[in-house]
């Protein structure tokens, strides 16, 4: 009998030790779990981030291409300007009057038909004066030195 109390003593002790270095060994895999859940929301925090950049230069990239075109088209825009005096003749009367004609251009496509307007001047008045404040598209404004159209954006 007292060798059969041996033997149960033995397997409780065995069965105790091996229930201890189980929840042992379960601890340490839960924290070895715990490090490693932590290094996985570290690297999707870094991805995120990255991606953010990345749709942001992407996005820049984009905006900045659509600028440049955008710049590229309006420098090709100019416009064609010509002006003449028109008399009218009307019995003993005589009218002068300037007549500017305007029409802008892609390259040399017209992109509109001519537009035309007809001022009355007193004699000694400065044409060239008079026929740049009659300006329709006002040519100023598309050009600032070489740069085309900055200024009419801003506005």
């Given at each position: 009998?007292g060798l059969?109390?041996?033997m149960?003593a033995?397997?409780?002790?065995t069965?105790?030790?091996a229930?201890?270095v189980?929840?042992?060994?379960?601890?340490?895999?839960?924290?070895?779990?715990?490090?490693q859940?932590e290094?996985?929301?570290a690297?999707?925090a870094?991805?995120?981030?990255?991606?953010d950049?990345l749709?942001?230069?992407?996005?820049?990239?984009e905006?900045?291409?659509?600028?440049?075109a955008l710049?590229?088209?309006l420098?090709?825009?100019?416009i064609e300007?010509?002006?003449?005096i028109?008399?009218?003749?009307?019995?003993?009367?005589?009218?002068k009057?300037?007549?500017?004609?305007e029409?802008i251009?892609?390259r040399?496509l017209p992109?509109?038909n001519?537009i035309?307007q007809e001022?009355p001047?007193e004699?000694?008045a400065?044409?060239?004066?008079?026929?740049k404040?009659?300006a329709?598209?006002?040519p100023?404004?598309?050009?600032?030195?070489d740069?085309?159209?900055?200024?009419?954006?801003r506005?």
């Open positions: 009998m059969m109390w041996w149960l033995s397997g409780l002790c069965a105790a030790g229930g201890l189980y929840f042992v060994m379960q601890s340490r895999m839960e924290v070895i779990l715990a490090k859940r290094e996985l929301a690297a999707n870094a991805l995120g981030v990255h991606r950049v749709q942001d230069s992407i996005r820049s990239a905006e900045s291409g659509r600028r440049k710049d590229d088209f420098a090709d825009i100019h300007e010509r002006h003449y028109r008399e009218n003749k009307a019995l003993f009367l005589k009218r009057s300037i007549v500017r004609q029409r251009f892609f040399n992109l509109s001519w035309e001022m001047f004699e000694g400065d044409i060239e004066a008079l026929a404040t009659m329709v598209f006002a100023e404004l598309l050009a600032i030195g740069d085309p159209v900055r200024k009419l954006l506005n």
